[in-house]
Structure formats: C-alpha cells, structure tokens
C-alpha cells in the first residue's frame, strides 16, 4: 500500500484531496518490495491522478524525501494536471519532497512545518572514469532541480546553488520570505507575515530542530548527521564512502 492517498474533499464534491506521506521511490524498487517498504510510486500515483481530471487538488505533504526521478514525474503530473493544484505542507517537506511541493499553483506551509533543499546524493562504483561520470550526472541531476525552484521563486541559479551547497532548512516564515512557498496557513494573508529577513540556513539546521516532537524527524537527522560525519575531507575513507552511500540520484 502507497503512501499516498487520493479522497473526495468532504466540504467540496468538486476537489480532491491528495495525502504524500511517505518515502518516494520508483515503481521497481527491488529493496523496497523485498522488505515491504511502503513508497509514493509515480506509476500508480499518476493512474489515479487522471481519474480527478479537472478538479481542483489540495495536496498534503509530510515526506522525507527519496528518489529524485520518481519526484521528477509526480512533480510534471501535478503541473500537467487540468485543474487548481494547491500545495499544503503540514509536516515536512524535505529532499525531493520539496521538489514536488513546487509544483503547486498555490503552496501553503503549517506554522510548524519545516522545507529543505540539498544537494542530489548518488551511488557510483567502478574505476575512477565512472566515479568523476557520476560526479557530472549528479552536476546535471542538480541543474534539474533548480529549475523547480527557480520556476517558483525567481531566484537566480546561482543563489539557488549555493542554498542547495548549504543544505537549506526552512521555517514557514523563511519559506516564504525566500519565495519557495506563497503563505502560512491559518493566516489570512501574506502581509499577516512576519517577513523580516532571516539569516539562512544554520539558523534552521538540523541542529536547530532537535527538540521536534515527531520522532521520525530525530532519526532522519540522526542519519543524516552521521553520513555527513564519514563524509568530511580528513576521513580517509571519504571518497570511498561517497561513492558507495547513500542512494542512486536521491534528495
């Protein structure tokens, strides 16, 4: 079962309302159908998806991430859709996540959810041609991505990069002071918005959000943290570790 779930909006019969909530990945994950991880599979996602051809979507988002390409196409099927899609995230919105939060026409976010950009990670192995061959793909995969953001914030690529470069977290009100999301919910309007400049992203880091209630936050940091840790430059097995972590073109 997909961790993503479409059902009649009960104020509307016009609008539909989407739930992603979980980890992204392509419809042939052979490790996810061995374990039984439950996954957003954009095969599925967009069968359904035409079968609410013309309505108006609200999609709900609290996901970590996972496969860049699978984001990629529920990120155009959402854009494709004929009809209003409204992004709202109430949880997080991190990785390729956030990719797809851009597809929205509209993007709110909770006062207590969190979006983050980072750069594409990717698993290579071979000589050392098809290690720097990986490097490039990941340069080009990157390019991709930036024009989801730069689509939705006007941002140029550069500053887009170098947020990606700093692994980016943002709170609501940063989110939209920085253009990746149009409001607030349960606010009336933009200008409600406390927006004075934040200073960027080690004010929102990983470090900062510790203490969230949601467990599932504390161990994808924790994760994220002691890949980060074996990754540093004095690690002598660094090139190593980078060319065997993580997971193929992931956010």
């Known amino acids: ?12 019969s016009e609008e539909i309302d989407l739930r992603i909530d979980g980890d992204i990945a392509m419809d042939d994950d052979f490790w996810s159908m061995l374990f039984g991880i439950e996954n957003v599979t954009p095969k599925g996602f967009m069968a359904e998806l035409t079968q609410h051809k013309g309505k108006d979507i609200n999609v709900w988002i609290n996901s970590y991430g996972g496969d860049v390409y699978a984001a990629s196409r529920i990120y155009t099927a959402l854009k494709e859709h004929k009809g209003k899609v409204k992004v709202k995230v109430d949880g997080v919105a991190i990785s390729a996540a956030s990719v797809i939060a851009m597809a929205g026409d509209e993007i709110l976010m909770s006062p207590t959810s969190i979006l983050m950009i980072h750069n594409p990670w990717g698993n290579f192995q071979g000589e050392a041609k098809d290690l720097r061959h990986g490097a490039d793909v990941l340069d080009e995969v990157k390019e991709t991505i930036i024009n989801a953001y730069q689509l ?15 692994e980016t977290w943002m709170s609501a009100k940063k989110a939209v002071s920085e253009g990746f999301v149009d409001g607030m919910l349960y606010t009336q309007a933009k200008e409600e918005i406390d927006t004075e400049p934040v200073e960027n992203s080690f004010m929102f880091s990983r470090f900062a959000i510790q203490n969230s209630v949601n467990s599932s936050t504390k161990q994808f940091l924790e994760q994220y943290s002691k890949m980060l840790k074996a990754l540093k430059p004095d690690n002598k097995n660094a090139e190593i570790l980078k060319a065997k972590l993580a997971l193929e073109c992931e956010l």
């Open 152 to 166: 939705k914030t006007g941002k140029s690529r550069a500053k887009i990069s170098q947020m990606m470069d700093e």
């Open 1 to 12: 079962m997909p961790f993503w779930n479409f059902k009649n909006n009960e104020e509307n």
